[in-house]
């Protein structure tokens, strides 16, 4: 019966351990926060600004040089670097892939509705 309690004692430690906030992760998000800008071309071009916030937020602007204007920018980039965004309409706008690291960043951008895609590139301001 002792072994039997003390399995069951070294159980609940293993389980309050494994399950417990990771803190070092939930920081990792804010070496990416700040002001970032860039540029993005293919079938479009133009420039984009961003502001990230400690927990992955993504909000800013893309200048489209072919619709001549500014359009909205929001989505999220997770611990490892992983950024997705929209920029316009979720029905209409185009969708940006890539990865940060601390000072840089890059990837693919593409709008399906007008079958029109590129590259982007950035770096912390």
Not at 30 to 46: K, L, N, V
């Amino acid at each position: 019966m002792k072994h039997f309690k003390i399995f069951l004692l070294i159980g609940a430690l293993t389980m309050g351990i494994s399950c417990s906030k990771d803190e070092n992760n939930d920081s990792q998000q804010a070496i990416f926060a700040g002001s970032w800008s860039g540029t993005y071309s293919g079938g479009d071009a133009g420039t984009w600004n961003a502001t990230i916030d400690a927990d992955g937020i993504v909000e800013g602007e893309a200048f489209s040089n072919n619709l001549k204007q500014s359009l909205p920018l929001s989505g999220s980039i997770d611990n490892s670097g992983d950024f997705r965004a929209t920029v316009g309409s979720a029905t209409n706008g185009a969708t940006f892939k890539g990865a940060f690291t601390q000072e840089s960043a890059s990837g693919t951008w593409e709008n399906k509705a007008y079958e029109i895609s590129g590259s982007w590139t950035g770096s912390k301001d």
